[in-house]
């Protein structure tokens, strides 16, 4: 393991967890590439990191948010309290979204600077917020890129609201949208109720490198703001990649990110020189993240062994210079006759490749079970209940129990459960990609 940093920037470092005994002749090498971030020059409570942040919080304001009124009203609040949770110095505005995109506060595409004064204002500002037309979330990152694009923060994040479908645009428009944006800023998605489309909240997310949630009750929407906010005004440094370097007749099957959250970064990838790409992974704080990388190597005869690839952090360099290198780890592969060496599972790559066939069942069950398929649901949600009770994720298994009555976890043993309210059914889909750590021995 080796590190890199400048003075009072985060320090990362990268561990690779595998096993790096082959059989003769094979070909597949699976590690998981540990990356944390800690001890930067973390922002006071009064001010911005070093670099800045700018930060565009976009809220629904299509007629159904008015119904109940709970909604509009818990939205206001909850964004009244993400300004309040803006530390002095971070750009900022608010957006209400419809079927067209507005700019709430501060208005005539610019952003405002936090400080007392204009926290006031923006709160101001919002209490005229009010429902009415309908929904085209593409037109309201448009114009949060628009605005972020103007500003020379290092971190660029947007929130998201919204309590409804994208009904007022086509899909293609909204995946365009997101390709455009995507690299540009990241942002948290958050649906509020159960008439939203857990897809379209998600796919978002994922796109854009942040969040995505479910809040069921608006009473709950202030907490959730509020901690978005703070997660945001941690965050320190922007645009680091996953670079994977391999030799040549090495290829790369797949990245995924895997803790705190799966997610396929494969096809993300952009080329950064002979044999080597970079996988997009957003800003950081002090914070850690595994990702399962999975490479095919050419046969080799017992006794060889190989450099399989080379794992590095790094993040763009100033005008004209290279990309900054933050830390690098190294996946071997080594081919031997010992059947035990040679058929052993690493418990990092065996507990995480668990987690991703976890997330796979349950939006595979879920599926089936909306298309009446009740073998079919029940198979992949037994398997579900049996790997979350296996790995120790008390969160998803709780999930489950309110989709399925489990019967015997260990087995994987479940009934569907005749009625189940939208807001379980939702928050599952949502969640489902959480994932827990490996336990500690």
Not at 107 to 126: C, F, H, I, N
């Amino acid at each position: 393991m080796a590190n890199f940093a400048k003075p009072s920037a985060p320090r990362f470092s990268v561990e690779v967890y595998q096993n790096e005994y082959l059989p003769e002749g094979g070909r597949d090498v699976h590690s998981i590439v540990t990356v944390t971030s800690s001890g930067g020059a973390t922002a006071t409570r009064t001010s911005v990191a070093p670099g800045g942040a700018a930060v565009v919080i976009m809220v629904d304001c299509s007629g159904s948010m008015e119904y109940p009124p709970e909604k509009m009203r818990g939205a206001r609040e909850a964004t009244a309290a993400a300004v309040d949770t803006l530390r002095d110095g971070t750009a900022f505005a608010v957006i209400a979204g419809t079927h067209v995109a507005k700019e709430v506060y501060p208005g005539q595409g610019r952003l405002a600077v936090a400080d007392p004064a204009t926290r006031a204002q923006a709160k101001q500002a919002l209490r005229a917020l009010t429902s009415g037309g309908g929904t085209a979330i593409g037109t309201w990152l448009r114009l949060a890129d628009g605005l972020l694009r103007r500003s020379t923060a290092a971190i660029r994040h947007g929130i998201l609201l919204t309590d409804g479908r994208n009904e007022h645009e086509e899909p293609a428009v909204l995946r365009a949208t997101l390709d455009a944006c995507a690299g540009r800023f990241t942002c948290d998605a958050r649906g509020v109720g159960t008439d939203w489309e857990v897809k379209e909240v998600t796919g978002i997310a994922n796109a854009l490198l942040g969040t995505a949630d479910i809040v069921a009750d608006p009473a709950h929407l202030t907490e959730d703001f509020t901690h978005m906010m703070e997660n945001v005004m941690g965050k320190e440094v922007a645009d680091v990649s996953l670079r994977l370097w391999t030799p040549v007749g090495v290829e790369i099957q797949y990245v995924k990110q895997v803790a705190p959250t799966v997610q396929d970064l494969t096809g993300r990838r952009t080329e950064a020189g002979p044999r080597a790409g970079d996988y997009p992974t957003g800003s950081w704080g002090d914070e850690s993240r595994e990702y399962h990388v999975c490479v095919r190597v050419p046969g080799a005869a017992v006794g060889q062994e190989m450099l399989a690839a080379r794992a590095s952090l790094v993040m763009p360099g100033a005008a004209g210079e290279a990309p900054a290198v933050l830390a690098q780890g190294l996946v071997r592969a080594v081919w031997t006759d010992d059947l035990s060496a040679s058929t052993s599972i690493n418990p990092q790559v065996a507990h995480y490749t668990g987690q991703a066939e976890l997330a796979q069942a349950i939006q595979l069950g879920l599926e089936a079970r909306k298309l009446g398929d009740v073998d079919g649901a029940t198979a992949k949600l037994g398997r579900a209940v049996q790997l979350a009770s296996a790995s120790g994720n008390a969160d998803t298994a709780k999930l489950l129990a309110k989709v399925v009555d489990v019967v015997d976890a260990a087995a994987g043993t479940v009934r569907l459960k005749a009625k189940v309210a939208d807001a379980d059914e939702m928050t599952l889909e949502t969640r489902s990609t959480q994932t827990v750590r490996v336990r500690k021995a």
